[in-house]
Nanobody, 129 residues
Framework: VQLQASGGGSVQAGGSLRLSCVASGSTLDYYAVGWFRQAPGKEREGVSCISRSQGTTYYADFVKGRFTMSEDKAKNTLYLQMSNLEPEDTAVYYC???????????????????????WGQGTQVTVSS
């Protein structure tokens, strides 16, 4: 299944955006679905993911309390509601399916991705100060 993210744009700090991610087929067969982002000159990093086997939604520390991930299984669509955006949130955002989620420590997590993960084009989010 391939996923396509959309909904990005340019906002001022403190603003909000809602990203959508439509899958070409059902994502129910995947153990995890998630959002990543990549800022210019930086490595791609996990933002949030849903572990179906654990029934848990995980967030990176830098978005906790500001971003909310959800999904509409009937529509094969993921959402990322982003509030109180900061200039540091400027990045291209991607959605992917995964093999599962590994947890470590009290709050650490890492989404396990397939070797042939398809990132798609992503959607650009730009936050100005």
């Amino acid at each position: 299944v391939q996923l396509q993210a959309s909904g990005g744009g340019s906002v001022q700090a403190g603003g909000s955006l809602r990203l959508s991610c439509v899958a070409s087929g059902s994502t129910l067969d995947y153990y995890a679905v998630g959002w990543f982002r990549q800022a210019p000159g930086k490595e791609r990093e996990g933002v949030s993911c849903i572990s179906r086997s654990q029934g848990t939604t995980y967030y990176a520390d830098f978005v906790k309390g500001r971003f909310t991930m959800s999904e509409d299984k009937a529509k094969n669509t993921l959402y990322l509601q982003m509030s109180n955006l900061e200039p540091e949130d400027t990045a291209v955002y991607y959605c992917v399916t995964g093999l599962g989620v590994e947890t470590y420590g009290s709050t650490g997590w890492k989404m396990r991705l397939p070797r042939d993960v398809h990132w798609g084009q992503g959607t650009q989010v730009t936050v100005s100060s």
